[in-house]
């Protein structure tokens, strides 16, 4: 597979022309010492994203490496980096499946569970997911022994930021990933 090139990458982020949270919406109005935590995470957290998308930019082969032949699923998102996010990972070799409903405990809403059989991770970008979907799609997540990571918003960077910063997993901890049809056995 071609590795993901810088023109694929940048014209994914240039999609995010558009902001999805306003300082405020991360920094409450109140001043003190909680407000000065939230505004050093907030930028602690988009420090981590631009590191991310230089390491890109500078390595053509990081994003291949990471998702060559992985299965994700992308849980919400907005639908134009929906699809810059889409053709980023074919290009890369991998496989992207999107979930945009609502998830319940049991996964039943428009089928999440059945998403999870043959899945390397769960993204989810915490901006636009309510928290019932939330607490459901953790706890599935959970069950079936897929890993998933939470991203800061819908945006290609914080994707980017994501697929990079996966750990490897300790053995003793977690086992593979069920293979089998979640409906059918």
Request: charged share 25%.
């Amino acid at each position: 597979m071609p590795p993901a090139d810088a023109a694929t990458v940048t014209a994914a982020v240039r999609l995010e022309a558009q902001p999805v949270m306003s300082l405020g919406a991360c920094v409450p109005e109140s001043t003190g010492r909680l407000s000065l935590e939230r505004a050093r995470a907030h930028v602690a957290s988009l420090q981590r994203e631009l590191f991310a998308l230089e390491q890109v930019l500078l390595d053509g082969e990081a994003l291949t490496r990471a998702l060559s032949g992985r299965r994700l699923v992308y849980v919400g998102g907005r639908p134009d980096s929906n699809a810059a996010l889409r053709a980023l990972v074919r290009s890369a070799g991998g496989e992207i499946v999107h979930h945009l409903g609502t998830i319940d405990e049991e996964g039943r809403t428009k089928g999440f569970a059945s998403l999870l059989a043959g899945a390397d991770r769960v993204l989810c970008p915490l901006d636009l997911i309510d928290p019932d979907s939330l607490v459901a799609l953790r706890g599935l997540c959970a069950r079936y022994r897929v890993p998933w990571s939470a991203l800061r918003t819908s945006s290609v960077t914080s994707f980017i930021a994501g697929v990079l910063r996966v750990r490897p997993a300790d053995p003793r901890r977690v086992s593979a990933a069920s293979r089998f049809c979640l409906r059918h056995g």
